[in-house]
């Protein structure tokens, strides 16, 4: 999945919190029909801010226990009292396939991305949102051209008196895939807030050429999530 609920992290920015989550997703899209589980950690300090997550794919196909994991790791540098940061990222997996008698495995191409970071937030840190332009390197393209850009957008939106959270994320990059030179992906999730550790709601994988697949595709997904 995910670059999930940085959003809900930039404003901690401001008071030097420290949060992290589990979130478990029931993904019900065409075909689909797996869980995910994704953990979070985000962590600001002095001088900027480090974030990760790890997700897992559960049973894809006729795979027994873990079928997918993905790994990303993000830090921003404060660009003195400026809204702007540098950033530099990391990110990775490694799946597996299983269809009957057949079965094989496969790597999510190594990537590096560095660029700038622009955030705003609300000064009652209600809604606020980043935007990202990243150079990126892709190792093992299909075309050995591994240079490429990103452009990302983070949000956060609480309302309800904080009982409701929209968040999200939207990537744009160029890499090289049997259907095309571009792909999107954006996850923009809604969540009710029962208790301060312990969310209910859903998100959506809106992609296009993404993963394998042809096309624009909506992914929704069921998930609860808690917050340690």
Known sequence: MKKLV???FVSLLAV?????NLQTH??????RGYL??????????????TFFFIDF????????????????IARCFKLGKTPFSWHGEYNGGFGQWKDGAFNGHYTINNAWLTGLDYSWNAKDFSRGFSVKALYKNIANTMNDKPN?????????????KGKMSFTGFADLWKEESPFGSYIFLSEPQLWYNITKKFA???????SNNFGGM???????????????
């Open 16 to 20: 030097g919190t420290y949060a992290q």
């Open 26 to 31: 029931y993904d019900f899209g065409k075909d």
């Open 200 to 206: 209910a709601g859903s998100e959506i994988e809106l």
């Open 148 to 160: 490429s850009f990103q452009l990302t957008g983070v949000w956060y939106l609480n309302f309800m």
């Open 57 to 72: 794919d559960y049973g894809v196909g006729d795979v027994e226990g873990v079928s997918l994991s993905y790994f990303e």
């Open 36 to 49: 995910t589980t994704t953990v979070e950690m985000f962590k600001p300090d002095k001088t900027g801010n």
């Open 6 to 8: 940085l959003a809900l």
């Open 214 to 228: 042809d096309g624009f595709k909506v992914m929704p997904t069921l998930g609860a999530k808690y917050t340690f």
